[in-house]
């Protein structure tokens, strides 16, 4: 529990600010799931929500759902940096548990590009990198804008 509530905090933090400060924009996340046996899956048009401290990754057609309900998160500079432990993915109306082995997601809710730390590479505004590995060795990753933030 402690856990969820550091992720509602660190995801919250900038949601004030970022909601008052972003204008109404499509979709723009690139999502991609590789299964252990290959055959990856790209979906464009990914949507992209912070609520209530918890992180939504919609389909463009809504009929699945990635939820990262726990994390371990922390500020590097201006962005955050999560670890998530928890997710599950809403599909058809069912809940399914998705155990992790290892992933990072970085979230930028500034108006401008920002460093990633270690790296030559820079997160957009208001963007979103995530990559999560499940035990079961699907591979997930998406690159995008995040669309919305409501806090609690």
């Given at each position: 529990m402690?856990l969820?509530?550091?992720?509602?905090?660190?995801?919250a933090?900038?949601a004030?600010w970022?909601?008052?400060?972003?204008?109404?924009?499509p979709?723009?996340?690139?999502?991609?799931?590789t299964?252990?046996g290959?055959?990856?899956?790209?979906?464009d048009?990914?949507?992209?929500?912070v609520?209530?401290g918890?992180?939504?990754?919609?389909?463009r057609?809504?009929?699945?759902t990635?939820?990262?309900?726990?994390?371990?998160?922390?500020?590097?500079?201006?962005?955050?940096v999560?670890?998530?432990?928890?997710a599950?993915?809403?599909q058809?109306?069912?809940?399914?548990?998705?155990?992790?082995?290892?992933?990072?997601?970085?979230l930028?809710?500034?108006n401008?590009?920002?460093?990633?730390s270690?790296?030559?590479?820079?997160l957009?505004?208001?963007?979103i990198?995530?990559a999560?590995?499940?035990?079961?060795?699907?591979?997930?990753?998406?690159?995008?804008r995040?669309?919305?933030?409501?806090?609690?």
């Amino acid at each position: 529990m402690l856990l969820a509530r550091s992720v509602r905090r660190a995801f919250a933090a900038g949601a004030v600010w970022f909601a008052l400060s972003s204008a109404v924009a499509p979709a723009t996340g690139t999502m991609n799931i590789t299964p252990t046996g290959g055959g990856a899956n790209t979906y464009d048009d990914v949507e992209v929500k912070v609520l209530s401290g918890e992180l939504f990754l919609t389909s463009r057609d809504g009929q699945g759902t990635i939820v990262v309900n726990q994390a371990a998160c922390s500020y590097q500079a201006k962005i955050i940096v999560c670890y998530p432990s928890a997710a599950a993915l809403v599909q058809n109306g069912t809940s399914q548990a998705l155990t992790l082995k290892s992933g990072t997601i970085y979230l930028n809710y500034t108006n401008d590009p920002q460093p990633l730390s270690g790296s030559s590479s820079k997160l957009s505004a208001r963007g979103i990198l995530l990559a999560f590995t499940t035990r079961a060795g699907t591979s997930v990753t998406l690159r995008g804008r995040i669309d919305e933030v409501i806090r609690e």
